[in-house]
């Protein structure tokens, strides 16, 4: 399975973005998907996951209202739309995929995820 992260870039402050996070060798069907980012100095932090059949959603506190997820079943991409991006979401961003359905308690660990894509970087200027 391999994951391709793409879609960041330079913004400005209120400014948006779509992340895509495109999968070969497996079909975004089952399992759980998630967004992980890391700023320069800080530790890997949760952004948001989403659970597959049902779906279910889940958002970091301090993104949620402002991301959503979405989904092209065809071309085997999630995405990852970014609005009223602020300067503290600037970081790199990963996507990472697992087989199994986790909940919502254990969404947000990055040791549950098997497969992860590079980063691609975000940057919100003020």
């Known amino acids: 399975v391999q994951l391709q992260a793409s879609g960041g870039g330079l913004v400005q402050a209120g400014g948006s973005l779509r992340l895509s996070c495109a999968a070969s060798?497996?079909?975004?069907?089952?399992?759980?998907v998630g967004w992980f980012r890391q700023a320069p100095g800080k530790e890997r932090e949760f952004v948001a996951a989403?659970?597959?059949?049902?779906?279910?959603?889940y958002y970091a506190d301090s993104v949620k209202g402002r991301f959503t997820f979405s989904r092209d079943n065809a071309k085997n991409t999630v995405y990852l739309q970014m609005s009223s991006l602020k300067p503290e979401d600037t970081a790199v961003y990963s996507c990472a995929a697992a087989p199994r359905r986790w909940n919502s308690g254990s969404v947000r660990y990055p040791a549950r995820y098997d497969y992860w894509g590079q980063g691609t970087q975000v940057t919100v200027s003020s």
């Open positions: 989403i659970r597959w059949n049902p779906s279910s959603t």
């Open positions: 060798g497996r079909t975004f069907d089952s399992g759980t």
